[in-house]
């Protein structure tokens, strides 16, 4: 599986829109991208997967660019709310298993 | 609801105390894995299934056990709790196409070992 490199931390406010990079060079032909986000003291929940170009559904957009080295989770008008982290990780379309980095803290303020 | 549930949501342990983490999923998903999480930290595999009799180990399997008798069922055995595996535990399910839904979490199990 692909290693996901994403920024530790980033900090936003209210109504902004958030972008988070998470860079893959070594990304398979068969690999997708998917975003997770935790609160705290819950478990991780999906939020969005693409193999490709844009993906957008009731909570975000991704957008993996043609080379698939990187993709960007757009979050449109955060709220507090989303203070959580972010994990960016790469899975094999039928995969078998999640391996999780480090995650992105996003903070946001009011 | 459909979903993971996982049972205790906490346990307090003493050390060589053994002891199962129960995890149940409602939604015929064929693959399950197990994660551990520490402070400050992201989750770390410690097993996984992809069917019911079969399983195999993730990136931390040591001192803990495994078996998938059924679809829904996925308990994970602590053989000998030492304070190392003071964590919080999360079980998850998905369908073999992960990239259809993703995957689902439970809401834990916060272990201590004293």
């Known amino acids: 599986l692909a290693k996901t490199t994403q920024p530790i931390s980033m900090d936003s406010y209210e109504g902004q829109e958030v972008n988070i990079t998470c860079s893959h060079n070594?990304?398979?032909?068969?690999?997708?991208i998917t975003w997770y986000q935790q609160f705290p003291s819950q478990g991780p929940r999906f939020i969005i997967q693409g193999y490709k170009t844009k993906v957008t559904n009731e909570v975000a957009s991704l957008f993996i660019p043609a080379d698939r080295k990187s993709s960007t989770l757009s979050l449109p008008r955060v709220s507090l709310s989303d203070t959580a982290v972010y994990y960016c990780?790469?899975?094999?379309?039928?995969?078998?298993?999640?391996?999780f980095g480090a995650g992105t803290i996003l903070r946001v303020k009011s | 609801n459909a979903g993971v549930t996982q049972t205790p949501k906490f346990q307090v342990l003493k050390t060589g105390q053994s002891m199962t983490l129960q995890c149940a999923q409602d939604?015929?998903?064929?693959?399950m894995s197990w994660y551990r999480q520490d402070p400050g930290m992201g989750l770390r595999l410690i097993h996984y299934s992809v069917g019911a009799g079969i399983t195999d180990q993730g990136e931390v399997p040591n001192g803990y056990n495994v078996s998938r008798s059924t679809t829904e069922d996925f308990p994970l055995r602590l053989l000998s709790a030492a304070p190392s595996q003071t964590s919080v535990y999360f079980c998850a399910s998905s369908y073999p196409r992960g990239a259809d839904y993703g995957y689902t979490f439970g809401s834990g199990t916060r272990l201590t070992v004293v």
């Open positions: 939604m015929n998903h064929e693959y």
């Open positions: 070594n990304i398979a032909t068969n690999d997708y």
């Open positions: 990780l790469a899975f094999m379309e039928y995969g078998n298993k999640l391996v």
